[in-house]
């Protein structure tokens, strides 16, 4: 499972999914509107990080299960948890 959030002031965002990591339009949708708001420089760059090492957790996962699903358990342990 995959779970991200976001808080805002009187607002809480919570995003699963079940067996998979998050595709990339479901990454942008996510991040479209929190990026908008940004008016910083310093701001945007942790924003962005954050949201680009979220895409590798989730590239991670989806690969880890298909090796695990294709008999690659060991290759797939490799890539960590």
Sequence with gaps: M????????????????????????????????????????SELRRVLTQYFKEAQDSERMNLRRKLEENGFTDAAKLLGD
Aim: glycine share 8%; hydrophobic share 40%; net charge neutral.
């Design 2 to 41: 995959t779970f991200a959030s976001e808080v805002e002031l009187g607002v809480v965002k919570v995003f699963t999914t079940d067996g998979r990591g998050f595709t990339p339009d479901e990454m942008a949708s996510r991040s479209v509107d929190r990026l908008l708001r940004i008016n910083n420089r």
